[in-house]
């Protein structure tokens, strides 16, 4: 039998770890960032088996314990493992970004879609609403709303996807209008397709094309926004170890000296925000190739 | 409004001046207080931030407690009995039902205006007419009617003879005000001047407001008119600084006097710290969780029993208040003296409490939910070791924080609606059937999960009545050992009262309303 | 246009403070009222009516500049906000002066050699500054230069403990202090605003970097850019002329940051007890003081509209024709 084998190594492109590299190799921005985002949703999702102890298992004596061979993030304020706490934590940061880019998707697209395509006076309405949203400081809105309508975490995953929608309403209403005279959009349309489908067969794959990077930056929004609320007080019920919440009851104690209560959750926050943005920068740079010559 | 922008820096830098030059033979000497927030309003009927700890130095009343000294030497106030103060003498009639105060001559305010019969009408007449805090007052003290009979002389006709009104007379509810000043301020629909009093005072008592700026603090002078000795500190700057670690740091350094309101971690912190003096006395309240016998499943004794057995006394005392309060066994605390009897039942004892449960039917574990809100710093904490404690007897607890005006909103009378969560009641008279009246008496003002026990309050009823001691000790223990049997109560500790101070702070005497009277407190060595 | 738009943020918030248990009347009658009070408390502060005649009453004083009054606090909405807003203005200003001035250069710095050293490490750092929650960095670094190096005064607001408020001139303690030769006064205020605006210029200075970056990229691969390349001018002249193109969307842009500034500072507010507008407006809407958070979210909004219209009067007329004129 003759030798019938490529050289794999060499063909970039026609296996799974050559496609890898070469995405990273035309964009490490991306790589890194996968990479960082897969990291923590490993965390997330083996986090009952690889944390040491509960999410809210006290440790009555031991309140404050600074780190050590116990606690490797030592104890917080109720006596509870900083560390296992940050694993648990990561749950909490993908449950809120999954379902709230999943909102904003649903809300903005089609709005998007349809306001970009009709035109008139829905389009109006719509950029007027969106007018109104955008003057509004979203922390300040979600704050308010979040305050008056109870501390739930369903609530701040509402707030957040109704908040961010019209981002994505607005970017697909831009490409919507860019297809809308383009050729095949009036083939479709005198071979006598009914709107609903040139909306959501012909027009939403190319419109959502340019979204895509958005997506991962907006995930790392709501894992922000969600941490920050918590941090103001609002959104999450204790004892959750959502790691906004984490740092609002570390920030007590910063002061007297027991850092690590804020400074863990903290720091994966951090991660996971730059691990989303990276994704998203590197996304735009894999997706957009026209736009790269800009650096982003 | 002009509003001074340079008299809170000025004055905290003469301050900080005589601080550190050790106020030698500086005419005025000035406390710095480090509080949480500028003082909103100076209305007794309405407590807003710095209320309380600024009126309790404005106002005073026609009677005052003891000072005696205590088995360690330290000064404290006799909380058994008063003595004459803005009134010189009074006499009591008619079974004890009426008393007649006769007014000391020569207590003015700030004004200039002396303390007349009509004054203390006039107060009485506002706290009636509002309805709060000061109308509770007249409903305990058992005050049918108030009438100046002279300049000198007004008359009190009570329902029932008893020993908390003259207890009553002593603090700030209602707040004696000064009514010729108070008139000046009235409107056609403001007539007790509420307006004005969440600026200004007009008082009677050694202190009076100067100033004040929102978002900085406010200025309190010393009322050259009082009639008692003057006070060492002839002017208060009442600082805003919420952070708690601000606070610490800066007594630490010196540059604040007082440190108010510290939390717990800087408290412990504070103790090992040679910089700053920290004073404890006991508390008088207690930290608790309530349970409203209205709702399932509290309304079953044995649930609420299991409860108590479930409660891991001991990790609260250590994880919530860092063995920082004073592990409570009673409904009173043990500064009540001869009426305090321990009578809690209950410690942790996991296998009562699975077997009551199992008894009330709940063997397969319980679902309750515990509301709770920052009325107090250790909701928070109590709330988690709570979950965590009842937990292990296999009761499931879900937590919930509410907002502060909705826990306000839903505790008050005619509401009373939350199932199960944390409350402290501070009793500002130091007298058993007072604060048995407070927090369980059907009409008590405390009685937030709504305990309706007809029995309980007929003692209670008769231990506000009873005059002779012997009697009065053994119906306060009747009563505690009822409340306690009947287990609406889940009572962890009594959260000790702390000074912090700079180190040349003396003369800390603690009153029952929990703040910082500053007119005993000098700054020496 | 403008004003559609107010009105529009303004009944948003009137419902959204009204609605769930955010009902002050409790906490204000205190624990010992009754019945009759509360109705009574419930009738001053207008709440027995109906939900619009409450809007319509709302907006008739709102036009006679009556913003209404902080139950809280007992005072004017109005005093409040021009009490506090100076404080919030001064962090802000300083914050996005420093921001803007390092950001631009380096952003454009970065764009001259694209994926060089200074490039990756600009970006690195700018991407650093979107990642960090505010408050975060601003608790850490209150620990590192306050608790353990000593540094940084206590986070206690703009002035230390010793020091008086400056006559007020423009609202910011530092330059009045200066003006008005208060060095004690200046240093403390310099003091208190050091920690706070460094962090703050970090967070602001990411965007602009990011931004300048991306633009003066586009300028410079532009049309004219190259022709004037072309052309062989000196690369001085022609950075020249890549900078006048770009500075509009760079100003623009720093414009529409700016809009949603004024609230991101607000936590910085709070965390070193600033006194400021943010910390007054957030502690509001987690009490529920309701025309103190109308009041704050007006201001905001107000705010944004006004620095939109200041911005296209600045476009207007900074937009010069795409030039080789140096």
């Known amino acids: 039998m003759t030798d019938t084998s490529i050289d794999r190594s060499a063909a970039v492109g026609f296996t799974t770890s050559g496609r890898i590299l070469g995405i990273a190799r035309r964009s490490p921005t991306f790589a890194i960032g996968f990479a960082i985002v897969t990291a923590f949703a490993f965390v997330a999702i083996f986090a009952d088996l690889i944390s040491p102890y509960g999410a809210i298992e006290t440790f009555s004596r031991q309140v404050l314990q600074p780190p050590g061979v116990e606690f490797f993030f030592g104890a917080d304020g109720n006596g509870m493992d900083v560390f296992s706490r940050v694993m648990y934590g990561a749950r909490y940061a993908f449950g809120i970004a999954v379902p709230a880019a999943t909102l904003m998707l649903l809300i903005g697209v089609p709005l998007g879609l349809v306001a970009g395509y009709k035109g008139g006076v829905l389009d109006e309405v719509v950029l007027r609403i969106m ?56 083939s479709a349309v005198a071979a006598g397709n009914p709107t609903w489908r040139i909306l959501f067969v012909h027009l939403m794959p190319n419109a959502i094309r340019g979204s895509t990077a958005m997506i991962a930056v907006r995930m790392a929004w709501a894992v922000r926004i969600s941490a920050t609320l918590a941090f103001i007080g609002v959104g999450i019920q204790a004892p959750t170890p959502e790691w906004g919440a984490m740092i609002r009851q570390g920030a007590e104690f910063v002061i007297s000296g027991e850092w690590w209560v804020a400074l863990f959750p903290g720091a994966a926050l951090v991660g996971i925000v730059l691990g989303f943005n990276l994704l998203g920068d590197g ?13 982003k | 409004m002009n509003k001074p922008t340079n008299w809170l820096g000025s004055a905290a830098l003469a301050a900080v001046l005589a601080l550190s030059a050790g106020g030698a033979g500086a005419q005025e000497k000035t406390f710095i207080f480090g509080a949480v927030g500028t003082p909103a309003g100076f209305d007794t009927d309405a407590w807003l931030t710095g209320t309380l700890e600024t009126t309790v130095n404005v106002y005073e009343g026609l009677t005052k407690h003891a000072i005696v000294t205590d088995g360690s030497g330290r000064e404290v106030i006799d909380a058994s009995k008063v003595e004459p103060h803005m009134a010189e003498s009074w006499t009591v009639s008619d079974g004890g039902k009426v008393v007649t105060y006769k007014i000391r001559p020569g207590v003015k305010s700030p004004f200039g205006n002396e303390l007349s019969a009509h004054d203390v009408a ?3 007449a506002m706290a009636k007419d509002r309805k709060r805090v000061g109308n509770f007052m007249v409903k305990v003290g058992r005050v049918e009617s108030v009438e100046a009979i002279s300049d000198s002389e007004v008359k009190f006709t009570l329902g029932t003879a008893n020993n908390i009104f003259p207890r009553i007379l ?190 009330a039917g709940h063997a397969n574990g319980l679902d309750i939910q515990l509301e709770y809100s920052d009325n107090w710093w250790w909701e928070e904490s109590l709330a988690i070791q709570t979950k965590d404690a009842l937990a292990k007897a296999g009761i499931n607890v879900a937590l919930k924080r509410i907002p502060k005006t909705e826990m306000n909103s839903r505790r008050r009378i005619g509401k009373r609606d939350i199932p199960f969560f944390p ?49 009065a000790i053994a119906l306060a223990k009747e009563a505690q050992m009822m409340h306690a049997d009947d287990a609406t109560f889940v009572i962890s500790d009594f959260p000790k009262t702390y000074a912090v101070t700079a180190p040349c702070i003396k003369g800390w005497l603690w009153y029952q309303h929990d703040r910082v009277v500053w007119k005993h407190l000098r700054c020496e060595g | 246009m403008v004003v559609p738009i107010l009105l529009g943020i303004t009944f ?24 009759v009070t509360f109705a009574v408390i419930e009738k001053e502060l207008g709440l027995d009516k109906p939900f619009f005649v409450q809007f319509g009453i709302y907006l008739g004083n709102l036009v006679q500049g009556d913003l209404g009054e902080s139950w809280q606090s007992s005072e004017r909405v109005a005093d409040e906000i021009r009490n506090r807003l100076p404080a919030s203005l001064e962090l802000l200003v300083f914050s996005v002066l420093l921001g803007a001035l390092v950001g631009v250069p380096v952003g454009l710095r970065s764009a001259q050699r694209p994926n060089g050293l200074f490039d990756q490490v600009s970006r690195f750092v700018s991407l650093f500054g979107f990642s960090v929650p505010t408050y975060w960095i601003a608790l850490m670094s209150i620990f590192v230069f306050f608790f353990l190096l000593r540094w940084a005064p206590p986070p206690m607001g703009r002035l230390d403990i010793a020091s008086f408020p400056p006559p007020d001139l423009t609202g910011s303690y530092f330059i009045d202090s200066v003006l008005t030769g208060n060095w004690t006064t200046a240093w403390s205020a310099l003091g208190q605003l050091t920690l706070p605006v460094i962090l703050f210029s970090i967070i602001v200075a990411a965007p602009i970097i990011k931004h300048t970056r991306a633009i003066s990229l586009e300028v410079l691969a532009s049309d004219y850019v190259r022709y004037a390349r072309a052309q062989g001018l000196r690369p001085r002249t022609v950075r020249r002329v890549a900078l006048r ?16 500034l004024l609230a991101a500072v607000s936590l910085l507010e709070l965390i070193f007890a600033w006194g400021g507008l943010g910390q007054w407006g957030l502690n509001a809407i987690l009490l529920g003081d309701f025309a103190a958070v109308q009041g704050y979210v007006l201001v905001l909004a107000v705010f944004s509209v006004a620095i939109f219209i200041v911005l296209d009067l600045l476009v207007l007329l900074l937009e010069p024709r795409a030039t080789l004129r140096p």
């Open chain 3, 12 to 35: 948003l918030t009137f419902m959204l403070v009204r609605i769930g248990d955010q009902n002050p009347v409790a906490m204000l009658g205190g624990p010992m009222a009754d019945e």
């Open chain 2, 423 to 471: 409350h402290l009641a501070n009793a500002f008279v130091l007298d058993p059937g007072y604060a048995f009246y407070l927090s369980a008496h059907s009409e008590g003002s405390s009685d937030v999960n709504d305990y309706n026990n007809p029995k309980f309050d007929a003692l209670v009823d008769a231990l506000i009545g009873e005059t002779d001691t012997t009697k």
């Open chain 1, 131 to 186: 007018d109104v949203l955008r003057s509004f400081p979203s922390i300040v809105l979600a704050l308010a709303v979040v305050s008056a309508t109870g501390q739930s975490l369903i609530n701040v995953i509402l707030v957040i996807g109704f908040l961010d929608a019209p981002i994505f309403a607005r970017l697909v209403r831009s490409e919507v209008l860019a297809l809308r005279s383009s050729g095949f959009i009036e």
């Open chain 3, 245 to 260: 193109n770009a500075i509009t969307p760079i100003l623009t842009f720093i414009g529409t940051e700016l809009t949603g």
């Open chain 1, 283 to 295: 996304l735009q740079d894999l997706l957009d190739p026209r736009r790269k010559a800009t650096g």
């Open chain 2, 170 to 359: 002593s603090t700030v509810f209602p707040a004696l005000v000064d009514s010729k000043v108070m008139k000046e301020h009235a409107t056609a629909d403001d007539q007790w001047a509420t307006k004005w009093m969440a600026k200004n005072t007009a008082g009677f008592g050694p202190y009076h407001v100067e100033s004040v700026k929102p978002g900085e603090g406010a200025v309190l002078v010393y009322n050259k008119n009082y009639f008692e000795e003057k006070p060492y500190f002839t002017r208060v700057i009442y600082r805003e600084i919420p952070s708690a670690a601000s606070r610490a740091a800066l007594v630490k350094s010196g540059q604040i006097h007082w440190a108010d309101q510290m939390p717990i971690q800087q408290l412990v912190d504070l103790i090992k710290d040679p910089k700053v003096k920290v004073d404890s006395v006991p508390g008088t309240g207690a930290a608790t969780l309530r349970m409203n016998p209205n709702f399932k499943p509290f309304d079953d004794i044995r649930v609420r029993k299991a409860i108590n057995y479930a409660f891991d006394y001991n990790a609260v005392h250590e994880a919530v208040f860092r063995g920082l309060g004073e592990l409570s066994d009673s409904i009173l605390a043990p500064a009540f003296g001869a009426y305090y009897t321990p009578a809690q039942t209950y410690q942790t004892d996991l296998g009562k409490a699975k077997a009551l449960l199992s008894e």
């Open chain 2, 122 to 124: 006039h107060s009485w």
